[in-house]
């Protein structure tokens, strides 16, 4: 089993969600998540939390792309989100994450959240830093 595939197979939390992804190339991701009641924090807005989840998937599976060939494995060190409108019921959510610096130890990857369903409207924007670590040292 490779190192995406045990992160796949351990992120209950993700999969708790109903979160996904696509790796399009090293340090580009995609992510997606529809929004369905469970994710509500009013009758029709989404909680905080959920799209804080999603955009640390969105930023951290990013730089997770960029050290796998190099057997290691990343960390939120932090990350910074502006939410910039509300997310509502059945929206079809896409995060795009890319690494916008790739050091030996330290990464830091972009993202947006959009609605697919919206026209395109951004949900959030988000800047992240991240430890790479060699996967030795992973508890999985």
Do not use: W
């Not at 959920?50 to 997770?64: F, T």
């Not at 924007?125 to 030795?136: C, D, R, S």
């Amino acid at each position: 089993m490779n190192i995406i595939e045990k992160y796949i197979a351990n992120n209950h939390f993700g999969k708790t969600l109903g979160m996904d992804f696509k790796i399009i190339e090293t340090g580009l991701v995609h992510y997606f998540l529809t929004i369905t009641q469970d994710h509500l924090s009013t009758p029709k807005a989404v909680h905080g939390g959920v799209i804080a989840a999603l955009m640390d998937g969105v930023l951290g599976v990013a730089a997770l792309s960029a050290v796998v060939e190099q057997q290691k494995i990343v960390s939120t060190v932090e990350f910074k989100i502006n939410y910039l409108t509300p997310s509502l019921l059945n929206d079809q959510l896409l995060g795009i994450g890319k690494v916008e610096h790739a050091g030996n130890r330290i990464f830091v990857s972009s993202g947006d959240i959009i609605c697919i369903n919206r026209q395109d409207i951004v949900i959030a924007k988000a800047i992240g830093t991240f430890n790479a670590y060699p996967l030795e040292k992973a508890v999985f």
